[in-house]
Nanobody
Framework: QVQFVESGGGLVQPGGSLRLACAASGFTFSSYTMSWFRQAPGKEREFVGYITGTGGSTNYVDSVKGRFTISRDNAKNTVYLQMNSLKPEDTAVYYC???????WGQGTQVTVSS
């Protein structure tokens, strides 16, 4: 079955960095674009960015552009989200997803606070 296991979240101070990972299984990973989403308390799930199957193209929501970078290692079936210059408003549960699939993982909590 299709599975996504997000990891790497935690508590970090404003201005700090985290690297999230999403280990995927149950499909031919390298054939698919991978996206990152996040959901803050009381808010709708928000698109963060994506990376194409080859890793050749990325795109990001304006609020994270220049601070976040998505990459992938197809040999490990893993997509990453490098998060720099973190702000309190980045606090959310972060999820990875294949755009055309209906499956979600459990997410990983990112808390940015002093």
């Amino acid at each position: 079955q299709v599975q996504f296991v997000e990891s790497g979240g935690g508590l970090v101070q404003p201005g700090g960095s985290l690297r999230l990972a999403c280990a995927a299984s149950g499909f031919t990973f390298s054939s698919y674009t991978m996206s990152w989403f996040r959901q803050a308390p009381g808010k709708e799930r928000e698109f963060v960015g994506y990376i194409t199957g080859t890793g050749g193209s990325t795109n990001y929501v304006d609020s994270v552009k220049g601070r976040f970078t998505i990459s992938r290692d197809n040999a490990k079936n893993t997509v990453y989200l490098q998060m720099n210059s973190l702000k309190p408003e980045d606090t959310a549960v972060y999820y990875c997803k294949v755009p055309s699939f209906s499956y979600w993982g459990q997410g990983t909590q990112v808390t940015v606070s002093s």
